[in-house]
C-alpha cells in the first residue's frame, strides 16, 4: 500500500515538474497528447526507477513513512460548502464536478491539465478541469458557491468555512426520507447547485405532507400529456391534482422539467403546512407569508428574494420548515410529521445533529 501512496505522489510532482517546463505563460505549457502519450510512457520508466531507489532507502531507515500517506492517495471525491478551503502543494491534483470555485496561488505555478495551460492566480475554476499544482507550488482551491463537489489527490488539505451547510442539511433530510437523490453519479446525487424542476418541487411538497404512501398508491389518468403514462411521476402528478394541490400549467401541460422559483416553492410549503392552498394563485407575498408564519425569517426572506433559486435552496427552506409551527400554534410540522409516522422524534433528533452551521 505504501508503494503506491508513493507512486501516486511521486507520479504527480513528475507530472508537475514536466507540465511546468513544457512552456511559457502565454502558450500551452503541454498538450493534452504529449501529457497522455510520450510524458506518460517515459514517466512510467522513471517512477519504476525512483521506487526502486525508495525502496532501497527505506530498507535502510533513510525514508519517514509517516508523511507519505498525508493527502489522498486516489482520487477522492467530496461535497463543499462556500468558504472551504482545499490547499495544495506540489503534485495535488483537483477536479471540480459541481458548483463554482476559485484558484489562489502564493507561489510556484497551477497547470490546468485539460488544456495544458498555467492559470493565474484568481482564476475561476473550470468544471470537469483537472488542475495540478507544480514544483514548489503553494495554492488554495475556494468554494465561492453555496456547495460543489470537488474531487481531489495527493498532498492537500481541507479547511471548513462557517457558512450555511446545505449539504448537511440535505443529509439530514435524505436521513429522514424527505429528500432524495437524482441519477447523477457524483455528489451523492444531491444536485444541489441546479434549479429545482416543477416535478422535483411536488414531490418534495408530498413528502413535507406526509403523504408520498398515498401518492405512490395513486391510480389514474391525468389530463397533462406532458407526464409519462404509467410513470412515478404520473402517480405524485395525478395524486397532488386530485386533491387540488397542484392545478398545473394549463390544462393540458404540467412542465414537470420547467425550473420552479422560490415563491413557487415556498408557496407548496406554506400549502402543506395549511397556511395558503391552490386556490391562492397570486404568488407576489408568498415569501413575505412564509415570513409572517415563522417558516422562513427577515434575513432569509431577503436573501432568497435576491438569490437564483437552487436545489440547495429548496433543501433550506425545507429543513427549517420542520421547526416552524402549524397554524394551530401547538406543535411544529416536524412534530406533526413524527405523529403521523413519516419518521420518529428519535430520528428527527439525530437528524439534526448533523447541521452544525447557523441559520442565515
Known sequence: MMRKILMMLLACALLAVAAAAAGGAEDPLA???YLTGAFTSALDTEVDRRLDESDRMISEGGVDLGTASEGAAVWTETRLKRGDLLTASTGTGALLLAGEGQIAITGGAVVDVTTGREVPSGS???VNHR???AEDTSATFIVTSKTAVMSYQGPCGITESGDVDYNAM????????????????YGEGYDLE???TRLQALIMFIRVLGEEEQALA???TTPFTDVARGSEAEKYVGYA????YTNGFSA???RPGSAVNAYQYTEFVLRAMGYSSAANTNLADTLDRARISGVLTAGETAAIRADKFLRADLVYISYYALDALMPAGDRTLGQTLAEQGVFTERDWLEAKTLVTSSRM
Open 194 to 196: 441546479k434549479a429545482p
Open 218 to 220: 395513486w391510480t389514474g
Open 252 to 254: 393540458t401541460k404540467f
Open 31 to 33: 498538450s493534452l497528447s
Open 124 to 126: 475561476a475554476m473550470v
Open 170 to 185: 440535505a443529509a439530514a433530510l435524505k436521513q429522514l426520507n424527505l429528500f432524495r437523490g437524482t441519477f447523477t453519479g
Open 241 to 244: 391534482y386530485e386533491q387540488g
Open 131 to 133: 488542475y495540478l499544482a
